[in-house]
């Protein structure tokens, strides 16, 4: 998968931006289909906390739709941990549902079955 991504307000090491697109590419396993991504790493600028939260926002582009994921942890591989998860939620949840939309279910197919037999049955 193809992946774009921004680092706002700081330059992103290139072994976390490795990282990330490592752990992005596992989704391939769950849906072959996603197209590319957009990655975009901010830090939460609370002025009270001397350490900045990492933020982490994820967006995939699918056939006929996207998903987005925001996650914040202490560090940016963490957030990507979390991110990682709920994509594979919503990967999973958006394969199925386009499965159940093309194809009629098992129990359909037999009933429209069993009424074209019994048709053919009363024309004989």
């Known amino acids: 998968m193809r992946l774009q991504m921004r680092a706002v307000h700081f330059d992103a090491d290139q072994k ?31 002025e009270k906390a001397k350490v900045h939260t990492k933020l982490l ?6 056939p006929g739709g996207r998903m987005f994921v925001k996650e914040q942890g202490s560090t940016f591989e963490e957030a ?4 990682l998860e709920a994509l594979k939620m919503q990967v999973k949840k ?25 048709t053919d049955m009363e024309e004989i």
């Open 16 to 46: 976390l931006l490795s990282f990330i697109q490592q752990k992005m590419d596992k989704l391939d396993t769950f849906y072959d289909r996603i197209t590319s991504g957009e990655v975009i790493l901010k830090l939460d600028k609370n």
């Open 57 to 62: 926002e994820v967006k995939l582009y699918v």
């Open 80 to 83: 990507t941990d979390l991110a």
């Open 94 to 118: 958006y394969k199925n549902k386009r499965k159940d939309g093309r194809a009629p279910k098992l129990t359909e197919m037999a009933q429209a079955e069993r009424e074209s037999e019994e």
